[in-house]
């Protein structure tokens, strides 16, 4: 073989070597991209999973919590476009399936727990509502909900957003006067009072609460009706002492 043939061979095998390594590269940065894409979308589903059981806690109706869900399931379905051999995300998605008809079902009897005991807390079950309130606008923008269902929505998401608020104070207003201390007890009733009628929320139920509470500051009554605050289990003892 001349040193011509040898020459042309050696370089035709590097271009090769070096095509075939082009190749291999690519296809690796394929595979890491995709492998980050479904990394970033099971973070987001995990998120959003977390934030189904927390608004279902916070909001009286459940199809917020609903909707929220069906985003979960546009996840896993892209995940597993994206990733055809993820078969283990078969079970996540029939979870999510089973879910979102658990949250069909509003006969189903659920109770609400808005009351946090700190501000911690409250400043966290509100981040959730904000979140919520984010997922209802990008469903509107994407056209699976009306302008109208997404101000119904809003509207429910900002009421649970002073609730959280307004029950927490009013609870911790029931502690205070459940170790005989009225003056601490006043003081949060009034917070929850003051922050019910510095809201400009329309629902009908914040102007009997304002009055309920006025009623417990002037020893009329021991707590809310249970309809305004179904978070019970705290309310002041009968035997508890109302007066300073």
Known sequence: MSAFASLVIFCALAVLSLVTVSVINEREKRQKALMQKIK?????????EELVVEVDLLVESRAIARLINEEILELILAMKAADESATYLDASYQAAIARSENL????QVVTIDRLKGSDAQIARSQRSLEEAAGVIRKQQRSGKISLEEMNIFLSELS???LMVDVISHVAQGHRAINRNDVLSGHAFYKKAQQLLMQSAHSDKRRHRMIKELAEILSNRRRAL????MPETRINPEESAPQSS
């Open 159 to 161: 009421w649970a957003h």
């Open 104 to 107: 069909a079902d509003e006969g």
């Open 40 to 48: 970033r979308l099971k973070h987001r589903a995990r998120e959003l």
């Open 225 to 228: 009706s249970e309809d305004l």
